[in-house]
């Protein structure tokens, strides 16, 4: 089911064509490649992206084309991220552990907040992935809200 938006203007659509970007921590990388692999077929519908090593990873072991950028800590995570508040990517799959300490924790912080930020469906779990990749919103276009989002940007500066 799909929530009426209450404010029709504020909303920027999701296409039905996905731009999806996949990002996994060095120790669920495997965890990825294993998912990604159970749903290529879903994944060859739409255009992907990735940070680096994950990228190079996935188009050998998919066969897909998969854009890739540099690797998480390297600035990786901060060029997807950018790329969603350009709204260049429409849902994202981060696979990270949780109980590992990361040397760029404040990028993957970031990312995960742009996600919430401009309202992309973002997986960072293989349940959630699942919930995401089996829903018939996948592949139809999906009026996304933006109402806080678009009011901030529009805010007039002080002075």
């Known amino acids: 089911m799909i929530l009426k938006n209450p404010v029709a203007d ?3 659509p999701l296409p039905a064509y996905k731009r999806i970007a ?6 669920e990388k495997a965890t990825l490649l294993a998912w990604a692999e159970c749903n290529r077929a879903l994944l060859a519908q739409h255009e992907l992206c ?4 994950t990228g190079r990873l996935l188009a050998e072991r998919l066969g ?6 540099l690797s998480g800590p390297l600035g990786g ?3 997807i991220g950018a790329k969603i508040a350009e709204r260049m990517i429409d849902v994202l799959v981060f696979f990270w552990d949780p109980l590992e300490s990361q040397p760029h924790d404040p990028d993957v912080k970031a990312l995960l907040r742009l996600a919430a930020v401009w309202n992309i469906p973002c997986a960072t779990t293989v349940a959630t992935a699942d919930f995401i990749f089996s829903s018939p919103l996948l592949g139809v276009a999906y009026p996304r809200a933006l109402r806080e989002t678009l009011s901030h940007i529009e805010r007039k500066p002080l002075g």
């Open 64 to 69: 897909l084309p998969v854009q890739c950028y």
């Open 50 to 53: 990735a940070t680096g090593t």
């Open 77 to 79: 995570d901060q060029q």
């Open 10 to 12: 504020r909303t920027a």
């Open 22 to 27: 996949l990002v996994a921590h060095d120790h």
